[in-house]
């Protein structure tokens, strides 16, 4: 499956919880921070972004929080379910570049 | 919902062989991207097309790759003489517009296995 060789760190919550995924992204100059959720065999599916000039941003269960100053974002998701159960990425774009440069990554297991 | 596409799911090649990955990006969409990801790594771009030109590239998109859009639907990358090193899933997407807040959607992937 897809976890099948990856080494990447695990948020295990039951569910119903709250979960809270954190990722440090490099380029103080990046203005604009995507979460992307990847299941077993899909692609990337955005979930929520967030402009450099805000710091919160809510979405539909989601939550995404971005701290300049020590460059970090996190996601909280709201009320857990077994369907959040996934790898998810943080991504960073500066500019008008189109590139993506993405985090390594957390699973996130949801535990009946 | 549209959505992008990719084909084949997956391709087994074997190491010197070429291979062409497709995909049909979302119909109004104008940019186009390929990213790869190797097994148990984050996702990597590889390059961004506009306008019928490469906009972007990363190192990893040496002269062993190509993009092309053939025509008015697909969206092809091209490895010339693939490498061990080759083999990861190779993602496709397309966005309305450049820069931020322009959601890039990502397609399936394709699986490049490389013997």
């Known amino acids: 499956g897809e976890s099948v060789g990856l080494h990447l760190p695990t948020l295990s919550v039951q569910e119903g919880d709250n979960s809270i995924i954190n990722c440090a992204y490099s380029n103080s100059a990046s203005d604009y921070f995507i979460w992307y959720k990847q299941e077993s065999g899909k692609g990337p599916q955005f979930i929520i972004d967030?402009?450099?000039?805000?710091d919160k941003r809510q979405g539909q269960r989601v939550t995404v929080l971005l701290n300049k100053t020590v460059k970090h974002l996190s996601l909280q998701i709201a009320a857990t379910q077994p369907g959040d159960s996934a790898v998810y990425f943080c991504a960073e774009q500066t500019g008008y570049g189109n590139k993506l440069v993405f985090g390594a990554g957390t699973i996130l297991r949801v535990k009946s | 919902e549209p959505e992008v596409t990719q084909t084949p799911s997956h391709q087994v090649t074997q190491m010197g062989q070429e291979v062409i990955l497709r995909c049909v990006p979302i119909s109004n969409h104008l940019y186009f991207y390929w990213y790869r990801q190797i097994l148990g790594q984050k996702v990597e771009f590889l390059v961004s097309?506009?306008?019928?030109?490469?906009?972007?590239k990363s190192e990893i998109f040496d002269d062993q790759f190509s993009v092309e859009r053939p025509d008015g639907s697909n969206f092809t990358l091209k490895i010339r003489s693939t490498k061990l090193e080759d083999s990861a899933m190779y993602f496709c997407a397309s966005s309305a517009r450049a820069g931020g807040l322009n959601e890039q959607y990502f397609g399936p992937g394709t699986r490049l296995t490389v013997t």
């Open positions: 967030i402009r450099s000039n805000m």
């Open positions: 097309f506009y306008n019928n030109e490469i906009s972007e």
